[in-house]
């Protein structure tokens, strides 16, 4: 009787809540749809599209979730997963959202010419990191992050997260991202052109480190564009909130570059691959 009922509900709420409510399981409700003659087609994709979708924390939409099927041996296309994820209540995540400024550009220290030149190709020659500034809130006021990002991996490969802004904080991130890159050198390094990446003292920690340094020109975001876009991925998948405390802001968001963006999250510009493991792939290639 309860499999009956969610059968015949199925079409006004989801499968899943409404098996929840029964307190059955999924997997047996589709189990039972195939004792009864009344086989699912789709059954086992459901499943896995929940999985999938669950995995994400709930942000993939259709374009990432299509990618996931077929990566786990399902031939399905852009249509039917869209059908799907109507009949199973299942949206992703969607754009928008407002992000502070956090460029302060109107100083007179020197600023570097832009030597990226907007070469964001993951299939770029050109060794280069991003690095940029954001906003992130909480019931106990801002903190500040600051990430820097391979142009040829998208990983994150190094952040620093602060109850201010001091000249340090873009520093703390860069050096992060050095010592776990095992000490690369002649990379160019871009941002805009905040005080901070200005400053002497980070410049001179670049030039220690034999890094160019590159800036966009100034209040031109597509100069920056890939770390733009990062933040407003973190911004629309984790941190779309605000956090209750700093502390839970910060467990929240290493959880979510290390746990998940770097690691699992599919990335369009490297075919629907993770960042971890496009680098990966690459030191296969190199050896």
Same mark, same amino acid.
């Given at each position: 009787m309860r499999y009956a009922f969610v059968a015949e509900e199925r079409a006004q709420f989801p499968v899943r809540l409404l098996c929840r409510v029964m307190g059955v399981s999924v997997s047996g409700f589709y189990d039972y749809q195939h004792r009864q003659g009344r086989p699912d087609p789709d059954a086992q994709i459901r499943i896995d599209l929940h999985k999938v979708y669950a995995a994400s924390r709930k942000t993939y939409g259709r374009p990432r979730l299509v990618e996931a099927l077929r990566q786990q041996a399902h031939a399905v296309g852009h249509k039917r997963v869209d059908r799907l994820m109507h009949e199973e209540h299942i949206q992703g995540r969607?754009?928008?959202?407002?992000?502070?400024? &956090? &460029?302060?550009?109107?100083? $007179?220290?020197?600023?570097?010419?832009?030597?990226?030149?907007? @070469?964001?190709?993951? @299939?770029?020659? &050109?060794? $280069?990191w991003v690095s940029d500034i954001t906003y992130i809130a909480t019931k106990e006021g801002w903190l500040y992050l600051a990430v820097v990002l391979s142009i040829q991996t998208r990983q994150v490969l190094g952040y620093s997260l602060a109850d201010r802004m001091p000249d340090d904080l873009v520093e703390r991130a860069f050096?992060?991202?050095?010592?776990?890159?095992?000490?690369?050198?002649?990379?160019?390094?871009?941002?805009? @052109?905040?005080? @901070?990446? $200005?400053?002497?003292?980070?410049?001179? $920690?670049?030039?220690?480190?034999?890094?160019?340094?590159?800036?966009?020109?100034?209040?031109?975001?597509?100069?920056?564009?890939?770390?733009?876009?990062f933040f407003a991925t973190l911004k629309r998948e984790e941190a779309c909130a605000v956090y209750p405390t700093k502390k839970q802001a910060h467990l929240a968001i290493a959880s979510y570059i290390h746990g998940f963006y770097n690691s699992c999250r599919l990335h369009s510009a490297l075919g629907y691959r993770s960042p971890n493991e496009y680098a990966k792939g690459l030191r296969q290639l190199a050896l």
């Open positions: 969607s754009k928008g959202g407002f992000r502070p400024c &956090t &460029t302060d550009s109107h100083h $007179a220290l020197p600023v570097a010419s832009n030597l990226l030149g907007r @070469q964001f190709s993951v @299939q770029s020659s &050109t060794p $280069a050096m992060n991202a050095w010592n776990a890159c095992l000490g690369v050198y002649g990379v160019i390094f871009h941002s805009d @052109q905040g005080r @901070q990446y $200005a400053s002497s003292r980070f410049r001179l $920690a670049l030039a220690k480190k034999g890094f160019a340094q590159s800036m966009s020109r100034r209040g031109n975001c597509w100069d920056n564009v890939v770390a733009e876009s």
